[in-house]
Structure formats: structure tokens, C-alpha cells
């Protein structure tokens, strides 16, 4: 079966870039047409990564929250997990619900979806297959938005107990000893998944500390905690190869300690991640990638090709979901003749880990390496009512002013909801608002939020929550 079809705008993959950009070029006026070979949209970060993710992460905090409470007066039984029903939470009632409300979303726009394979075969021609069906897509635009997948580590025999993220949100039973191949974002949240689920967790990570984008001083308390869930985390270890026995793997890891073999159940593989470059026909159509497979694009999210853009994981690093749909939005103004840009000033990061640690604009270690001088307000949440009244004071909200400007240029931020917190600091980094700015503005009382305005009160030289009055 074969069909041909013409679109102003295709856009080929529906995570929250995609479909982002589709949504965007439909509103603007355009015929729009979104390709994925996925039975749903909304990508990995919908199905099988950010979301699903996030709803066991929840879980696993109310766990810990309850068994904390005790010492405060309230005790509940020990929590019992019914993991059939986890997934049936999991998969209908949260991811199920948001992809039923995404094809509900391209329905009432009139965005076409077609699913299927998606390859370029020309500069103006998409075929999409699907088993035995083709259909030929012509277009005016393109928007290039196929993402990412998981990094494998050559050498690592074909075994189902060798997880990546996705199978391990699949939730196939739950180890008893599981050991976790990289501290970055995916190893940290999942393993606090599957060490409330009962799992015993080793982390083992390349490089000297965990988390290796995040300030030393942020990390801290989130790895004080979880050296206590988990059953060991090494730094600066090397995995040398696994070896698939029939009732337990065997990983031989090269550490401080010299070579040891761990004995475990399952291994998460989470080294980081690849851009799709292969399989869609960029090659063939001439696309400008580089070196390490990102497709090049100019601020407007143009590639070589002018009438084709590229945005998301598939454009480089940071691979984030907001990344992506801000850049979904830009290129499908661009293509509506709209004066639009990527030209945002800071991307924020978030590990919702419990603690979450977050932050925006630089790190104080890229202010250093930047050699830029700038005034530090540390509000240590041990002063804060809010953060005594749940029990979490371990966290602290840092903000980093540039001595030249006055300008906030970073804010990191560790602890319970950092998340959220967060988007204060991007907000005031755009705006370009200096400590007193922020210093001025009333937060709620009690509030975590208070610790922003905290944390530039002591740069302003008005805290009053501290005894640290401005030289
Ligand atoms: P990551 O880059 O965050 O972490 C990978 C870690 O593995 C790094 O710390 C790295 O030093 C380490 N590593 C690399 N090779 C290793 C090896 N051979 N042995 C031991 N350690 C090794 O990558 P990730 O955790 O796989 O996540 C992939 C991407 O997905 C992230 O970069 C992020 O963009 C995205 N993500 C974001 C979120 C979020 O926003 N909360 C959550 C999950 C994933």
C-alpha cells in the first residue's frame, strides 16, 4: 500500500520537542504532518523516561517521608509494594493519560499523525513505513527532532538482566543487589527508585564525584543521603567488563581498592546518551553533522539546509525536554515568518534525586574556570522555618552575583523541591536582576522559595535570617 501526501510543515519525531513544534507551526497557520514510529507520542521523556520516572521517584519520597515521620510522632506500617498495580499506575493513569491528551491535542489542530519509519529520500521528501504501507511526505519545511538513545558500553554481553533506563522503568521485578553504571541523572534517580523499592544499590562512577556537572558543595548532601539508602557508591571506579553466570552477573570494577568482583542481579547501564544520527537519511541528503553526530544548526535552528531544522537531543548538548520544546517552538516561528531565535541565556538542570539538586546559568566552578569574579549568598535551609517544619534542613540555596554587573549569573540550589525553586533563578537570570532586585521582592512566608530571596539578601547586605551584615 502506498500513499502520497503533502505537508507545509513534517516534523519527524513526537517527544516534547516534536511535538511542541508541530503544535506551534499548526497554531501559526501551517499543514502540519507528525511522524513517530512510536504507538504513542510524546517520545522517550513521555513514555519511557522523564514522566514515568517521575511518578515512581514520587512514590519512592512518600515512602521515605513516612518512615522519617516516626521520629517526629507518627508512624505507619511498613509500606508493602504491589508492583502490578505500580505499573498500572504507572503506564495508564499517568503516561497513559498524557499521550491520550497529546493525540487529543494534534486532533483538534488537525496536525496529521502518521506512524511509521521515517527516512529522508530527498531533500523534499520523507518516506514513512510502516510494516508493509508506505507513505511519501513532501514538505516546504522540516523539522528534524529524533532525539537520543541510551549509550552502550562495547564489550557487555547480550543479557535481558543489563538494563538501560527503559527496560528499567519497566519495572520487571526488583533486584535484590543492583548495581548502577554511571552517577549522573538517570543512575541517581533510579537508584533512588529501586533502593525505596528494596533493591540494594552500588553506584559505580568514572569520574571523582558523583553528579559531575553540579558544584562538589550541592552534591554533598544529597550523596550524605545517599550513602545511607545505598549500599556503596564509587567514585572514581571503572567498570572492566561483566560476566553473564546463570544466576548472578559478575562485574569486575577497578577502584580505589584495586580489582573486585560484584556479585549482582541485575546491572543499569546510565553513561550518558547518543544522538539518533543513523537511519533517517541524513546522510543522504547531505546534512551537516559533526563529530560526534549532532546535527549542526544556526540560532534559528536552521541546518545546512535551509528549509530543514533540527532541534532537541539530535542539536546536542544539554539533552533536556525543555531544551527541546523551547527550540520546537522557535523553529516553527522561524518557518511562520515569525522573528524568532534561540537566544535563551540559561537552561536550567534538575536531578529530582531527594534531595533534587538544581541550578541555572554557571556553576561556581564555571565561574571560576571563566575567571569571572562574583559575590556568593549561601542560605544554609537550616535557618529557614519552612524547610525545619518538614523535617529537611540539609539543603542550601546559593546565588551567584557577577561583580562587574551586579547580575545574578548562577544560582544551585539543593533540596527538597529544588526543582520548582529553580525557576525563580531563571527567570531573574533573563531579566538581568541583581541581588537588591531580588532582595526586594516579597516571598511567602514560610516558603522554600524564601531561601532565593534569602540567598541575595546576604549579597544585598540585608539578611536578617542570618547574623551577616555586609562589610
Ligand atoms: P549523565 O551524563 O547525566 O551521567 C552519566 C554518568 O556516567 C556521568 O557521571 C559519567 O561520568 C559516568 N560514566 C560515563 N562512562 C562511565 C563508565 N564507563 N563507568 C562509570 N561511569 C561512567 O547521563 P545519564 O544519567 O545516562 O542521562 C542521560 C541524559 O538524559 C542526561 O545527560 C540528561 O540530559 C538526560 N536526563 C535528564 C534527566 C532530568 O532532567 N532530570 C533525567 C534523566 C536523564
Known amino acids: 500500500m502506498s500513499e502520497s501526501i503533502h505537508a507545509e510543515v513534517v516534523v519527524l519525531g513526537a517527544g516534547p520537542g516534536g511535538y511542541a513544534a508541530a503544535f506551534r507551526a499548526s497554531d501559526l497557520g501551517k499543514s502540519v504532518v507528525l511522524i513517530d514510529k512510536g504507538k504513542t507520542l510524546g517520545g522517550v521523556c513521555l513514555n519511557r523516561g522523564c514522566i514515568p520516572s517521575k511518578a515512581l521517584l514520587h512514590l519512592a519520597r512518600v515512602k521515605s517521608e513516612s518512615a522519617e515521620v516516626k521520629s517526629f510522632g507518627l508512624s505507619f506500617s511498613e509500606p508493602e509494594w504491589d508492583l502490578e498495580a505500580v505499573k498500572k499506575w504507572k503506564d495508564e493513569r499517568v503516561v497513559g493519560r ?13 496536525v496529521q499523525v502518521i506512524e511509521g519509519s521515517g527516512v529522508f529520500v530527498s531533500k523534499d521528501t520523507i518516506e514513512v513505513t510502516k510494516e508493509d504501507s508506505v507513505t511519501q511526505v513532501t514538505f516546504d519545511d522540516a523539522i528534524i527532532a529524533v532525539g537520543s538513545h541510551p549509550t552502550k558500553i562495547p564489550g557487555f554481553p547480550e543479557d535481558p538482566r543489563i538494563m538501560d533506563s527503559t527496560s528499567a522503568l519497566e519495572l520487571d521485578g526488583i533486584p535484590e543487589k543492583l548495581l548502577i553504571i554511571g552517577g549522573g541523572y538517570i543512575g541517581l534517580e533510579m537508584g533512588t527508585i529501586y533502593s525505596a523499592m528494596g533493591s540494594e544499590v552500588t553506584v559505580v562512577e568514572f569520574m571523582p564525584n558523583l553528579l559531575p556537572g553540579a558544584d562538589p558543595d550541592v552534591v554533598k548532601p544529597l550523596e550524605k543521603r545517599l550513602q545511607k539508602d545505598f549500599a556503596s557508591i564509587r567514585t572514581a571506579t571503572k ?30 547501564v546510565a553513561v550518558g546518551r547518543r544522538p539518533n544520527t543513523h537511519g533517517s537519511g541524513f546522510e543522504t541528503i547531505g546534512l551537516d553533522i559533526n563529530e560526534r553526530g549532532f546535527i549542526k544548526v544556526n540560532q534559528r535552528r536552521q541546518t545546512n539546509i535551509p528549509h530543514i531544522y533540527a532541534i532537541g537531543d539530535i542539536t546536542g548538548d544539554p539533552m533536556l525536554a525543555h531544551k527541546a520544546t523551547h527550540e520546537g517552538k522557535v ?141
Open 239 to 268: 567498570v572492566q567488563g561483566i560476566e553473564a553466570l546463570p544466576d548472578h552477573l559478575a562485574v569486575s570494577i577497578e577502584g580505589a581498592n584495586g580489582v573486585e568482583t560484584l556479585s549482582v542481579d541485575k546491572v543499569l
Open 331 to 471: 523553529a516553527a516561528e522561524v518557518i511562520a515568518g515569525e522573528p524568532a531565535a534561540f537566544d535563551s541565556s540559561v537552561i536550567p538542570a534538575v536531578i529530582f534525586t531527594d534531595p533534587e539538586i538544581a541550578w541555572a546559568g554557571l556553576t561556581e566552578t564555571q565561574a571560576k574556570e571563566q575567571g569571572i569574579e562574583y559575590d556568593k549568598g549561601v542560605f544554609p535551609w537550616s535557618a529557614s522555618g519552612r524547610a525545619l517544619a518538614l523535617g529537611r534542613t540539609e539543603g542550601f540555596s546559593k546565588a551567584l552575583f557577577e561583580k562587574q554587573t551586579g547580575r545574578l549569573i548562577g544560582m544551585s540550589i539543593v533540596g527538597t523541591n529544588a526543582g520548582d525553586l529553580i525557576a525563580e533563578a531563571v527567570l531573574a537570570i533573563e531579566m538581568g536582576a541583581d541581588a537588591e532586585d531580588i532582595a526586594l521582592i516579597i516571598h511567602p512566608h514560610p516558603s522554600l522559595s524564601e531561601s532565593v530571596g534569602n540567598a541575595a539578601e546576604i549579597v544585598a547586605g540585608s539578611i536578617t535570617d542570618l547574623f551577616a551584615p555586609k562589610k
Open 98 to 110: 498524557l499521550t491520550k491528551g497529546i493525540a487529543a491535542l494534534a486532533k483538534v489542530r488537525k
